[in-house]
Nanobody, 131 residues
Framework: EVQLVESGGGLVQAGGSLRLSCAAS????????VCWFRQAPGKEREGVSCISVKDSYTYSADSVKDRFTISSDNRKSTVYLQANILKPEDTAVYYC????????????????????????WGQGTQVTVSS
């Protein structure tokens, strides 16, 4: 079965941290761009952070760039989102998505997660931040 398996969501107090995981099942992330998205109630889905797994080139949205860090463990074919100093406005369903990257366009894709289609989507994991 080819899918993305997400975990790590939960309930946390403001100022706390979570580490979200996105593992490739049935394939590996080698050569992929992997992004985290989130969708809060009443809001559009937004790209949060992306990584080119091959060279670790990353992007984070302004709303999270000083607090969230995306990384990959290539041996485990897993991408992580370390979310620190969480705020109530971070409450959302977080999704990971993966797409084949390329040498010429990978940085453009990483920097513009909302502009491109993805080959795989995860089921989403709920992050709730209480105040």
């Amino acid at each position: 079965e080819v899918q993305l398996v997400e975990s790590g969501g939960g309930l946390v107090q403001a100022g706390g941290s979570l580490r979200l995981s996105c593992a490739a099942s049935g394939f590996t992330f080698d050569g992929y761009v992997v992004c985290w998205f989130r969708q809060a109630p009443g809001k559009e889905r937004e790209g949060v952070s992306c990584i080119s797994v091959k060279d670790s080139y990353t992007y984070s949205a302004d709303s999270v760039k000083d607090r969230f860090t995306i990384s990959s463990d290539n041996r485990k074919s897993t991408v992580y989102l370390q979310a620190n100093i969480l705020k109530p406005e971070d409450t959302a369903v977080y999704y990971c998505a993966a797409a084949i990257g390329s040498y010429y366009y990978v940085r453009e894709r990483v920097k513009n997660p909302d502009k491109y289609e993805y080959d795989y989507w995860g089921q989403g994991t709920q992050v709730t931040v209480s105040s």
